[in-house]
């Protein structure tokens, strides 16, 4: 899979599927705070002007490297449920597949 497509699904299906999660479970429930979320959506925004500036690898590469250190620094107040944890972990997974990908 290529790193436009990878990007693609995590903006059209897997990045929403966790925005869900954030803004429906985890900041009602204190799992995370608000200041999380805004972090999250830092990361997002990022994520999506990357797959804009993929013509640009360098650019593109440094904004995936800076979501990927935004998502890194949430922390949540006590454990993500288990399928919460795993839509969140595989964003992360994705987003470095597509450094990857891009790097070669």
Partial sequence: MSAKDI???LIDNDIPLSDDDFRTYLVKDGTI???????W?????KVKEAYKKLTATDIAVKLLNESLNL???INPKKPFPPDTKVRFEEVKQNIKKVIEELGK
């Fill in 7 to 9: 990007l693609w699904r």
């Fill in 33 to 39: 705070t608000e200041e999380d979320l805004k972090v």
């Fill in 41 to 45: 959506n830092e990361a997002v925004k």
């Fill in 71 to 73: 998502l890194n620094s």
